[in-house]
């Protein structure tokens, strides 16, 4: 399997994560229908495992970079092969596992085990990048290595029945396979959990971010 688009890209001198959507592929969605015991798009195929996933066009370079929107099936790929989130390279495994870019999300802990993301891997080479890049890193971040990645989670939007095939989306959740409410869930990424964890370095906030996202761990 080839990588949705090509790495390495750039607009107007600035480099833009691999996983950052451009204006040109939002795609609408389609209808959200209930079928016995689950969910489905009008039109689409769910992946092997039953999922739903929200649709995207690939067009890569075509319009203007959205740092702040992540393209799902990039970032898809991105996780499931370990491949920087910024270059798209595969990260390089050390005795202590593969580099890795989080909030510090850490506060009495010494380091963030069981830490569940949507974020990919961050080379060295790419994180001053990341940080420059991507806004939740800026009110403080470490850089770590993952002994252990567990890629079992799908981040979306839960929708519960609400009559007939009409259902009515709840909240955003996570939900890890062998939940059965993964079955409604419309899955916009996947969540890895982070185990055997050691902190590398300690990058300070820059400035605050108060709507920073609440951390999920297992």
């Known amino acids: 399997m080839t990588p949705p688009a090509p ?4 607009h107007q001198g600035r480099p833009v994560p691999y996983i950052a959507a451009w204006s040109q592929e939002k795609t609408p969605l389609p209808r959200v229908l209930a079928v016995p015991g689950r969910i489905t798009l009008a039109g689409c195929v769910d992946d092997p495992a039953g999922v739903s996933w929200r649709p995207w066009s690939s067009r890569p370079g075509v319009g203007e970079p959205r740092p702040g929107e992540v393209h799902g099936p990039r970032q898809r790929y991105a996780m499931r092969h370990l491949l920087c989130r910024v270059c798209a390279r595969p990260v390089v495994r050390d005795r202590h596992g593969w580099p890795w870019l989080l909030e510090d999300h850490r506060g009495g ?22 940080a420059a890049e991507y ?27 609400a009559g007939g095939q009409s259902v009515a989306p709840r909240r955003e959740t996570t939900v890890f396979r062998g939940d059965t409410r993964l079955r409604w869930v419309l899955g916009s990424r996947t969540a890895a959990t982070l185990l055997d964890v050691t902190v590398v370095a300690v990058l300070h906030a820059r400035h605050r971010t108060p709507d920073r996202a609440p951390v999920v761990r297992r």
């Open 135 to 161: 806004t939740h890193l800026r009110a403080g971040a470490v850089a770590v290595r993952v002994g252990r990645v567990l890629t079992d989670g799908v981040r979306g939007t839960l929708y519960g029945p």
């Open 7 to 10: 790495a390495g890209m750039t």
């Open 109 to 130: 802990q010494d380091r963030p085990e069981r830490e569940v993301t949507t974020h990919p891997p961050v080379c060295p080479d790419c994180q001053p990048v990341a």
